[in-house]
């Protein structure tokens, strides 16, 4: 019977040249699962198109404080119309061409707090509440605030609230308002001394209604891709054939009625059996404390 060694097997050392393979760092390839789990690097770059249309948009709010400070007040409010147009652009653009950033949110409440909210105020003040002393300049700023506390709720309420309408009067019809009146007495050659009580109601209630609670439509849900009747096309000719005719009177009366819907809406819903509360007593959801 064959007698086998009892002598266990010894490891041979490592060369010195194996030592130092294996003190080196193992390289792993990524796979997918790497890519997932980490973030990718935030893309600091802002986009052109968008912004270019934003940046036009404040250089109108500009343009109209400098003309309000050199008594040209129908230059000043047609800026305000003409800030509107962009700020409803902008938004649009961004969304068509795919370049909507945070930046570019944020970049646009900013210049809407100088063309719907600082603007306005200035322009009414110089145009017609100067003379009626401390009265005149709160007046202004309770419009100026009301717009900045609009602009900040519709930021914070912006994904818990019906997207068909906007909570509260919208600065830039807010700033129609105002502009509009101011353009319709510049054109009738009015002073706004002779109207400024007016100015003042007009100015208060704009500033008061941007900051209630009373539902505005916000045009939000019409499909522009879908379909019309060939009538349709015919209306919109016949309200830019309007506008044309006499813009100061046509823009004014337009944005009265709207500036005087949400309460209607309000009053729709009360007679439905869905009161809307005037003034915002809760908190919404998801609102900061």
């Not at 060694?5 to 390839?29: H, I, Y």
């Amino acid at each position: 019977m064959p007698i086998f060694s009892q002598r266990k097997n010894k490891a041979k050392p490592l060369s010195a040249k194996s030592l130092r393979l294996a003190r080196q760092p193992v390289r792993r390839t990524p796979t997918d699962d790497d890519s997932r789990a980490v973030p990718p690097a935030r893309s600091r770059g802002i986009y052109l198109l968008p912004n270019a249309f934003t940046t036009a948009a404040l250089f109108c709010g500009f343009y109209a404080i400098v003309m309000a400070m050199n008594s040209q007040y129908q230059h000043a409010a047609i800026a305000i119309f003409a800030a509107m147009v962009l700020d409803a652009t902008d938004g649009r653009v961004a969304r068509l061409t795919n370049t909507q950033s945070e930046f570019g949110a944020q970049y646009d409440s900013l210049s809407d707090m100088v063309s719907f909210g600082a603007a306005p105020a200035l322009i009414v003040y110089e145009w017609a509440l100067r003379g009626m002393g401390k009265l005149g300049w709160l007046a202004a700023f309770v419009y100026c605030a009301g717009a900045a506390l609009r602009l900040a709720r519709f930021n914070t309420n912006i994904g818990v609230v019906d997207k068909r309408f906007f909570q509260g009067l919208p600065s830039p019809a807010a700033a129609a308002l105002v502009a509009g009146f101011i353009w319709l007495m510049d054109d009738l050659r009015i002073a706004g001394a002779n109207f400024s009580w007016l100015a003042w109601v007009i100015t208060v209630y704009a500033g008061l209604t941007m900051v209630t609670n009373v539902p505005f439509y916000s045009f939000k849900d019409v499909n522009f891709k879908k379909s019309v009747p060939f009538i349709a096309i015919f209306l919109i000719v016949l309200v830019f054939v309007a506008i044309s005719s006499d813009p100061p009177k046509v823009l004014f009366g337009l944005f009265v009625i709207y500036g005087l819907s949400g309460y209607g809406v309000a009053l729709w819903y009360w007679v439905k059996g869905r009161p809307v509360s005037i003034v915002q007593t809760r908190s919404e959801p998801g609102e900061g404390k």
